[in-house]
Nanobody, 129 residues
Framework: HLQLVESGGGLVQPGGSLRLSCVVS????????IGWFRQAPGKEREEVSC????????KFAVAVEGRFTISRDNNKNAVYLHMESLKPEDTAVYSC??????????????????????WGQGTQVTVSS
């Protein structure tokens, strides 16, 4: 089955930047829409961003819009979350998830976390002085 492995997390000061990677194995990345989620201690899981199979449809949570960007490189089987101007409230475990959409709308970005079939283990992002 599909596996997803996140990397790139770590400790960064407020205002800093990080790039998270989600590397997919076991299937072709181009068959999947990919989402990024985060969960902080004591809080509900939050959808951060999504990118469609084609890469031309993306969405972002209001809390991160303008600071985060998402991109995909199907040749490397990887999706990236570029995070800039990081704030302490961005501290969380960040996970990527995949929704199998082969032979379906290549421009679709899932509307809910329940649509995603596969999840990675997550990578810790800590924003602190």
């Amino acid at each position: 089955h599909l596996q997803l492995v996140e990397s790139g997390g770590g400790l960064v000061q407020p205002g800093g930047s990080l790039r998270l990677s989600c590397v997919v194995s076991g299937d072709n990345l181009h068959d999947y829409a990919i989402g990024w989620f985060r969960q902080a201690p004591g809080k509900e899981r939050e959808e951060v961003s999504c990118i469609s199979r084609s890469g031309d449809r993306t969405k972002f949570a209001v809390a991160v819009e303008g600071r985060f960007t998402i991109s995909r490189d199907n040749n490397k089987n990887a999706v990236y979350l570029h995070m800039e101007s990081l704030k302490p409230e961005d501290t969380a475990v960040y996970s990527c998830a995949a929704d199998l959409l082969a032979y379906r709308d290549p421009h679709y970005c899932p509307d809910s976390a329940t649509e995603y079939e596969y999840w990675g283990q997550g990578t810790q992002v800590t924003v602190s002085s």
